[in-house]
């Protein structure tokens, strides 16, 4: 029989995310988990896919039914901030333009060497993070299905890829060993933030 390694393969496409900037939206039920998933998600964005630390923006909310709303009004208002900084942008360039002088009357500058900086404006792709566990209730079944389902609605809603970072495990144990929190578990928001870059590459990719 061939041998079979659970888990997502790796991409045979570079993922560089050096110009992207990606939302992370976590919740606070179940932080300690939840914060090792956002740390994996963030590093290996960072180290892997050279997204600069500066463009991703972390913020969070009270629990996972919470997610679907606050990721599409994150999405929502900076496209809207991009949208009226680009139309200022313009009107700047504009101004500039008519008060430039003739080549003759200005001496010229000397070479100025450009860094990076923060992007601001539109979200590239967001990545959505809990942790539920089963209780006693039917509570964690309906939190599961009304999560999932509008996490879904939000990135078709938006046309911006939203990785679905929800942990849904049936006791502590599986979440400690999926945030890679025991001696064999591996931390799946590693796998998100390679998504987050892949999908946002994705979308802007020529075919």
């Not at 180290?47 to 463009?55: D, Q, R």
């Not at 929502?76 to 139309?87: D, I, K, L, V």
């Not at 002088?101 to 601001?120: H, N, R």
């Not at 990545?127 to 939000?154: N, P, W």
């Amino acid at each position: 029989m061939a041998h079979f390694e659970k888990g997502v393969t790796a991409s045979d496409k570079e993922l560089n995310g050096e110009d992207l900037r990606v939302l992370i939206v976590h919740t606070r039920w179940n932080l300690p988990i939840v914060e090792a998933l956002v740390k994996g998600a963030k590093d290996t964005m960072v180290s892997k896919h050279k997204v600069l630390p500066e463009n991703i923006v972390i913020e969070s909310v009270p629990g996972a039914y919470e997610l679907p709303f606050a990721a599409k009004s994150l999405i929502q208002t900076a496209q809207a901030q991009g949208s009226s900084a680009s139309s200022d942008l313009i009107a700047s360039a504009t101004d500039l333009l008519g008060d430039l002088t003739t080549a003759d009357d200005k001496t010229p500058d000397s070479p100025k060497v450009k860094s990076k900086s923060a992007k601001k404006g539109a979200f590239d792709a967001v990545i959505c993070v809990g942790v539920l566990i089963k209780g006693s209730t039917m509570h964690f079944e309906y939190i599961c299905d009304a999560t999932s389902q509008g996490i879904m609605r939000v990135g078709l809603d938006t046309n911006v890829p939203v990785v679905f970072g929800v942990l849904t495990c049936l006791d502590d144990k599986q979440a400690l060993n999926r945030a890679g929190m025991d001696e064999n578990g591996h931390n799946h928001g590693e796998d998100w933030g390679s998504a987050a870059v892949e999908m946002a590459l994705l979308k802007s990719r020529s075919l």
